[in-house]
């Protein structure tokens, strides 16, 4: 099985930064896209930042400038380094990747995190 794990969730104030780190273990295979989803209470989850393999990015449009993805292939591991946040990025962060176990070379799953709170006062 493969296991994502986040860390680095925390309270801090409007303007202030971030660093969220997850790491894919287990029988991996392979893992193609990491990412970064969110929800807020009341609210569906939203994508918040992916990186391909290949390190082809997509942002939310409300984190564009703002927050950066990157990604460490060799450790199956993704940040997200969050600057001048707002009180309306306060929500769980939830870690994906994508990716297949030895189990199944073939077969790709979403794999999730537990999530990690992100609350930013104003």
């Known amino acids: 099985q493969v296991q994502v794990v986040e860390s680095g969730g925390g309270l801090v104030q409007a303007g202030g930064s971030l660093r969220l780190s997850c790491a894919a273990s287990g029988s991996i295979f392979s893992i193609n896209v990491m990412g970064w989803y969110r929800q807020a209470p009341g609210k569906q989850r939203e994508l918040v930042a992916t990186i391909t393999s290949g390190s082809i990015i997509t942002y939310a449009d409300s984190v564009k400038g703002r927050f950066t993805i990157s990604r460490d292939n060799a450790k199956n591991t993704v940040y997200l380094q969050m600057n001048s946040l707002k009180p309306e990025d306060t929500a769980v962060y939830y870690c994906?990747?994508?990716?297949?176990?030895?189990?199944?070379?073939?077969?790709?799953?979403?794999?999730w995190g537990q999530g990690t709170q992100v609350t930013v006062s104003s």
């Open positions: 994906n990747a994508v990716g297949s176990s030895t189990r199944s070379p073939y077969d790709e799953y979403d794999y």
